[in-house]
């Protein structure tokens, strides 16, 4: 398979991701996932068409490009140097900020524009799938339940950065911050399957929720994991994945990260299963 083929069809999965993702948060079923394959073999298909059609040379065209892309990762390189900082608290601390930016966004939008509820059948299919749908005997078995469905994205982000990075971006940083984002989405519109008495709007008193350590717990370990790509896409659509050289170096502050925010992770889970069971008769 040539290149472009294959920069075709990373293209193809690129652009169906997004479109999963949506179905999935109407839908919450996993099954919505298989549109990326499909993506693919539809990208590889335009691809090999391309190939055998295109006899053009474009190398000014190229080389303009080249310039334009130069210029372009000479403005966001600084924004590199923090996201992909050798300290793991520089980037915690950056993928933080951006965090909360995106998740006040979110909130805002679901709050303000979107309906109430617009989520929630979603969201109780998924609690039902999950055994999540209703309260356990005792707060211990609530946690691990709680904790169990957490683990999910806990592995996602894990396994995304040690998988590849795109334009310099750890996967895991998307899925920590794509989680991020739909919390912001489901407070605004009060879409959980248990909701609130009323709907929140944007205010500290989200601290008060269970939800918002979660999330920090989900930053903290895509900030860990982060500079553990064993391969990369230089150019999202245009370049192959390749591997990573120098290979990725494992720091032991990198795996104090990691305990400490499946220890956030633990106790925020905790906190939540007390609430749920409170609130049990």
């Known amino acids: 398979m040539k290149q472009s083929t294959l920069a075709y069809t990373i293209q193809g999965a690129g652009l169906a991701c997004p479109l999963a993702a949506l179905c999935f948060v109407f839908t919450w079923n996993w099954m919505c ?5 499909v993506g693919a073999v539809i990208g590889m298909a335009i691809g090999v068409s391309a190939t ?32 992909l900082n050798r300290s793991v608290i520089v980037r915690f601390a950056s993928l933080l900020t951006l965090g909360c930016l ?18 929630r059948a979603g969201a109780e299919a ?20 709680i904790l169990r469905a957490n683990s999910i994205p806990i592995l996602l982000i894990i396994l995304s950065s040690l998988l590849i990075r795109i334009n310099g971006i750890p996967l895991g940083y998307l899925v920590a911050l794509y989680n991020l984002i739909l ?5 605004g519109t009060n879409s959980f399957a248990i909701p609130y008495a009323d709907r929140l709007p944007p205010s500290f008193a ?11 717990a989900l930053i903290l370990l895509a900030a860990a994991t982060g500079t553990w790509s064993f391969f990369q896409v230089k150019r999202l659509f245009r370049t192959a994945p390749e591997r990573v050289v120098p290979a990725p170096k494992f720091h032991l502050s990198d795996f104090a990260a990691i305990l400490l ?4 992770m633990m106790a925020a889970n905790w906190r939540e299963a007390v609430m749920i069971m409170s609130q049990t008769p």
């Open 33 to 37: 996932f298989l549109l990326i394959p």
């Open 52 to 83: 055998r059609n295109s006899s053009i040379s474009a190398n000014a065209k190229h080389t303009v490009r080249a310039d334009q892309t130069r210029w372009i990762w000479a403005k966001l390189e600084p924004l590199s140097r923090t996201f």
């Open 102 to 119: 995106l998740f006040i966004l979110a909130w805002s939008v679901g709050y303000i524009i979107l309906p109430e509820g617009a989520f």
């Open 126 to 145: 998924h609690m039902a799938r999950s055994s999540l749908d209703s309260a356990s005997q005792t707060v211990v078995a609530e946690w691990m339940k």
């Open 183 to 187: 919390y912001g989405l489901f407070v």
């Open 206 to 216: 989200i601290l008060e929720r269970s939800g918002p350590y979660e999330m920090t």
């Open 261 to 264: 925010g499946i220890g956030l």
